[in-house]
């Protein structure tokens, strides 16, 4: 029989957040993008297909990377970003704080900052939930807001970004203490992104310094 202080530690699942919009987006662009390079590689000529193979080779990756790769998966351990260009690894022991004002951010305990692209904010939402933090604090007369809002607070919480930052931030603070959560931030830079999108851009360049 297993007594209470010998208990497991709770384990909580991972949970992933992207942006349906942003995915959304990316499909009609990949759609779009297929229509017309495939329309122009089978009835253009000269020159015409090649420039559309090369424009879809530069294309298709930096949609990809700024509409559909863009993801945050946090478990128990470690907060993991899939930002366009980069994999940031981040232990909980690391993370320092979680904020949303202009854009929704990590920081670490050594200063640096990430992007969470795949959490996007919506400033008239802040605008609106930062006015209405500032009436009930009755602390701004002429009624100015800033996008800057306490997203601790659960009445700021008019945002999806509001709800995933608070999440994350809890969990942050919830879970920095596990031993499995200790180690140094890893940053990978999206070679399988980069390397096509840069051979796209050199090809489409030389076909229009030679033309």
Known sequence: MTSPDQSPE??????VFRSPAGIAGGVLLLALGAWMGID???RGHGRTPWLALAGLLLAVPLVVAFTMRPAVFANDDRLRIRNP?????????SVADVRASYSSEVFTKDGAKYQLWAVPVSLRKRKRAARRQSQSAHDDPHGRTSVNVDVSDSRARAADADHAVAGLREQAERCASRDTARGEPQVRWAYEVIAPALAGLVVLLVLLATG
Do not use: S
């Open 85 to 93: 260009f980069r994999t940031i690894l981040l232990p909980w022991a």
């Open 40 to 42: 122009a590689l089978v």
């Open 10 to 15: 709770p384990a909580y699942a991972e949970r």
